[in-house]
């Protein structure tokens, strides 16, 4: 296969490979009780790669694994670049038909999975036929323990083009089903350096994997550090108060949240934050959705020593924007400029670009854009151009200063008597009611005008739905027509694991 010249080939393994050498004693992974220095770490992952090997699995084969953030992740990520392979995560949220579409679609030839979730694989890999290996006991399939056991702690260094892929990561499926998002090497090893460098992931840093590492961001920032010669910390299951509580004992420093995670510290209330000691936390990172303009600023009034940055991207794409702190508070809802080596597009329906003020669907150009859908010529071709700019289908707005500001996705757009209704305005305004914890914001038919606004709002602690009260607020802000006609509440506002709300499952 062909290697990169002029230097080493890119690979996500080498990070761990280069600080088993340099920092062999350095703990590279804490999970509970449990943790690992390089040292171990780079062993683990090469008993793992031989696992793997062992099998008979030829070059690049898939092997889906099906995990929670805990600390055999990296190392299994690790062992299967090591062996020449390619990853493809199973969420473990997902029904039997759900990862058996995945597995079968991905062309898995192994399985590595929690003992919790073997109920959800085992059907579609036993009807493959395929190996399944067992992290945690189980009575009739071998166990992860064993098999490193007795396999060789030698790293086979199985060579691969940094082009490769070293994931086949499924899209969350909010329209159709998932897919199959091949990402490269050097993708995910630039990212890595990057984030090391704008977020503090790296060498002598300490960091917490909250976001699921199944997840593209989730694996992206929780891998990094250790990539970069850092600690990760594993939250193994999402809980506001478990999560400070892991900052204060392990003096974390850098964070990776969605809003949902804003969302329920908030909900704590003030006196959870401040009897805990969070002084080592200097850095927040915050993507995946919109974050409200008034929940960033409660973020940044509780912890003012902290510096946020709120960032765009997607699983084909990667990081596309970022707003770093110093615009924070003068750029309510920006996501920012472009992120390092990236180049950005905005178009409007008729393929012209857009200046200050404009709005229309964004493109990015960078060296962590996917290599295509795994299987799907024809989807990649539909979001890609033909001199190389991917889109995810959101529609942004350019202000006068280049920031960009999401509007909302072009298949969520409204179109209501003729006229674009951007659901990410009307949402934002909601936010800003002391009767809405947050709102999702959807078009229904409607024989007049095509489509009209309605709103599934969740109400916060102790308030009841007053629509006239939100009509009354939305007059004062938003034109007549893009107020909501329709109203209901719910109680939690249904997410996909990367915390996007996925509005086909909301309930009028």
């Keep these: 296969m062909p290697l990169a010249t002029g230097g080493a080939p890119l690979n996500i393994a080498n990070g761990v490979r280069e600080f088993a050498r340099a920092t062999p004693t350095a703990v590279a992974v804490v999970d509970g009780d449990r943790s690992l220095t390089y040292a171990e770490l780079g062993e683990r992952a090469a008993r793992v790669a031989n696992v793997l090997l062992d ?7 898939h092997v889906a694994v099906g995990l929670g953030n805990r600390l055999e992740h990296p190392e299994i990520a690790c062992g299967i670049a090591m062996a020449g392979m390619t990853m493809v995560p199973v969420n473990p949220r997902y029904t039997a038909a759900e990862a058996g579409f995945i597995l079968e679609h991905s062309e898995a030839r192994a399985v590595l999975v929690d003992a919790a979730l073997v109920d959800v694989v085992a059907p579609a890999a036993r009807a493959a036929d395929l190996p399944v290996i067992v992290l945690g006991e189980h009575a009739e399939l071998p166990t992860y323990d064993e098999a490193l056991a007795a396999a060789s702690p030698v790293d086979p260094r199985r060579p691969v083009a940094e082009t490769d892929p070293f994931c086949i990561a499924y899209t969350s499926g909010t329209t159709g089903q998932p897919k199959g998002v091949m990402i490269s090497h050097r993708s995910r ?8 460098a704008e977020w503090g992931l790296g060498n002598g840093r300490t960091s917490l994997a909250v976001a699921p590492m199944y997840h593209g961001a989730g694996f992206a920032f929780g891998y990094a550090p250790v990539f970069t010669g850092g600690t990760v910390v594993m939250l193994n299951k999402w809980s506001p108060r478990t999560m400070l509580d892991l900052v204060a004992q392990h003096a974390i420093q850098s964070v990776f949240l969605v809003p949902a995670h804003v969302q ?24 995946a959705a919109a974050l409200p303009w008034d929940l960033k600023q409660w973020l940044m009034g509780a912890l003012p020593h902290v510096g946020v940055h709120e960032l765009y991207g997607s699983t084909e794409s990667g990081i596309i924007t970022n707003l770093r702190p110093v615009d924070a508070a003068t750029r309510p809802g920006s996501v920012g400029h472009p992120w390092f080596m990236t180049e950005v ?12 003020g404009g709005t229309g669907e964004l493109f990015s150009r960078s060296p962590y854009l996917m290599n295509g859908y795994f299987k799907n010529a024809e989807a990649t071709a539909a979001c890609t151009t033909e001199d190389g700019f991917v889109t995810c289908g959101d529609l942004v707005e350019l202000d006068a200063d280049g920031f960009l ?4 996705r072009k298949s969520d757009m409204i179109v209501s008597g003729g006229i674009n209704v951007f659901p990410r305005e009307i949402e934002d305004v909601l936010a800003e009611h002391p009767a809405v914890s947050e709102a999702a914001v959807i078009g229904v038919a409607s024989e007049q005008w095509g489509e009209e606004v309605a709103a599934v709002v969740v109400l916060a602690d102790g308030a009841t739905l007053d629509a006239d009260a939100l009509d009354a607020h939305c007059r004062d802000r938003l034109a007549g027509f893009k107020i909501p006609r329709r109203w209901s509440t719910t109680a939690a506002l249904p997410r996909n694991a990367a915390g996007k709300v996925v509005k086909r499952d909301l309930i009028l």
Excluded at 189 to 196: E, I, P
Excluded at 267 to 286: F, K, N, Q
Excluded at 405 to 408: A, E, L, T, W
């Design 405 to 408: 500001h999401i509007v909302g």
């Design 55 to 61: 099998l008979g699995l030829a070059p690049g084969a």
């Design 264 to 287: 329920m510290l908030r909900a704590l209330g003030e006196d959870a934050i401040a009897a805990t000691d969070l002084s080592s936390l200097d850095t927040i990172y915050i993507n």
């Design 345 to 356: 597009r905005v178009v409007d329906e008729t393929g012209a670009e857009v200046g200050p």
């Design 189 to 196: 090893s630039l990212t890595f350096y990057q984030a090391a």
